[in-house]
């Protein structure tokens, strides 16, 4: 019998088997930020370890960073003292760190891919849930608790129990305005967000071929919202044209070396999935949220579902919605467009398709940050920046702002903001704030008009 892309990779990593039990995973690739790494620190200093293997960790600071004026002091003293000591740490053990005002400084998940360290056929881990978002490339790449990168500190090892496989297929033509963003949302609202508990996803079907890298790596970010271990997409031409030439990424011969590799990656005709889906694109359209879980999602043009059900009504209830309700025409005072879904290149691009010769509504606080510093250039280079600034929009600096209340960027209670990131949880992006998840699209119409459009109804 096949083997699935999963399979592949993970037996390629096993070190050791305990006898009927979990396996010991070799780990290629660390990443770290300031938020789940300061205890594992400690632990190891307490016991005595040191880092095993300090090149193959690669260090940023993302979640507290203010996304204005990051050239002065932190004002957070909590988030100060977190950025000082991931600096500290990462000087102690000979760990290369982004940190704040670097080049290269930016969302953990943003930069890994861009700078060539992510690549198709590793193993990857992070103390964070979206690092699925490297799955991408046909990697292996999931969170960790603060005592597995303790773990990954001292021996660049997991002890793990194997997941099982699943794979979601998607085929046919998406419609026009439907974003790989709207296509994983989509699958999320029709399987449920405990479809994937257990498994690690593999998504197929040309739909996934198509996709950019961005959107790629959109798709396997938010795997998690499905209760995955995390996503996969195999590697192909695409993924190899984006690896190519990326600073960290092997160079000349080693580069054709490591692609003759990779294409043996994808998963085998006779492969078996312990389970499996079909969905078709043509069903697809430009997705939100209505609730307080990612997979409480409809089309735009639909209205809210009536469940008979108490927490469906709980979640209601705080988003401040009614069953049957349309969404269209609602007011909206926030945007967000950023996060480790939709903070690349490719985001911006297609807000500012959208936003030439119009203008922001004048009710809408829109936050618009880029993933990195090098999206940031970019943003400037393409001319991007004068497109904003013209529809009366202001860029932020780069971080994880808005997705999550850990930094300045906080919805205010009871405000809706309509965002790009990857959690619509309560309280998520500050304590009372009602979160709508979008595509960068949608979001960016949103902003222009102050309200929620059908935007099926505004595209050429």
Not at 275 to 285: P, S
Not at 295 to 308: L, R, S, V, Y
Not at 378 to 393: C, H, S, Y
Not at 414 to 431: A, K, L, M
């Amino acid at each position: 019998m096949g083997k699935t892309l999963f399979d592949k990779v993970w037996d390629a990593h096993v070190v050791d088997t305990i006898e009927k039990g979990p396996q010991i995973l070799y780990i290629d690739k660390h990443l770290i930020h300031e938020v789940t790494s300061p205890q594992a620190f400690n632990e190891l200093e307490q016991r005595g370890i040191p880092v095993a293997r300090p090149d193959k960790i690669v260090a940023t600071a993302d979640h507290n960073t203010p996304t204005v004026n990051q050239h002065l002091p932190i004002k957070d003293a909590l988030s100060r003292k977190q950025l000082t000591q991931l600096s500290e740490n990462c000087k102690k053990n000979n760990i290369p760190l982004y940190d704040l005002g670097h080049k290269n400084n930016g969302i953990v998940h943003v930069i890994a891919p861009e700078l060539g360290f992510t690549q198709p056929g590793m193993t990857m881990v992070c103390g964070d849930s979206h690092t699925s978002t490297h799955g991408a490339f046909g990697t292996i790449a999931f969170g960790i608790g603060t005592s597995q990168v303790a773990q990954v500190f001292a021996s660049q090892c997991l002890l793990l129990q194997k997941p099982k496989s699943l794979r979601v297929n998607v085929n046919g033509k998406l419609k026009n305005g439907v974003l790989p963003k709207d296509v994983i949302l989509y699958i999320i609202a029709k399987l449920g967000t405990n479809s994937g508990t257990g498994y690690f996803c593999e998504y197929a079907g040309n739909v996934f071929e198509e996709m950019s890298m961005e959107g790629r790596m959109t798709v396997c970010n938010m795997s998690i919202e499905m209760g995955a271990r995390g996503g996969m997409i195999a590697p192909d031409q695409t993924t190899f044209d984006y690896v190519e030439g990326k600073e960290y990424a092997p160079k000349g011969e080693e580069f054709d070396k490591k692609v003759s590799y990779w294409r043996t990656l994808p998963t085998d005709t006779d492969a078996v999935f312990d389970q499996e889906y079909w969905l078709d694109a043509a069903d697809i359209e430009p997705m939100i949220t209505y609730g307080t879980n990612p997979g409480m999602g409809i089309k735009i043009t639909e209205n809210i579902p009536d469940f008979n059900d108490s927490s469906f009504e709980k979640s209601l209830e705080y988003m401040n919605f009614k069953k049957g309700e349309s969404l269209i025409n609602k007011p909206i005072n926030y945007v967000f467009i950023g996060s480790c879904t939709n903070s690349r290149i490719e985001d911006f691009r297609i807000a500012a398709d959208y936003v030439k010769g119009k203008q922001k509504a004048s009710n809408v606080n829109a936050w618009l940050v880029p993933g990195s510093q090098k999206v940031a250039k970019q943003i400037a280079e393409e001319g991007l920046q004068r497109v904003f600034e013209e529809a009366g929009f202001v860029l932020r600096q780069p971080g994880c702002s808005a997705c999550l209340a850990m930094n300045d960027d906080k919805i205010p209670e009871g405000e809706y903001c309509v965002s790009t990131s990857n959690r619509n949880f309560e309280g998520r992006q500050g304590q009372g704030s009602r979160t709508i998840l979008a595509s960068p699209l949608v979001a960016v119409a949103t902003a222009v008009e102050g309200k929620i459009i059908d935007i099926t109804k505004h595209l050429n």
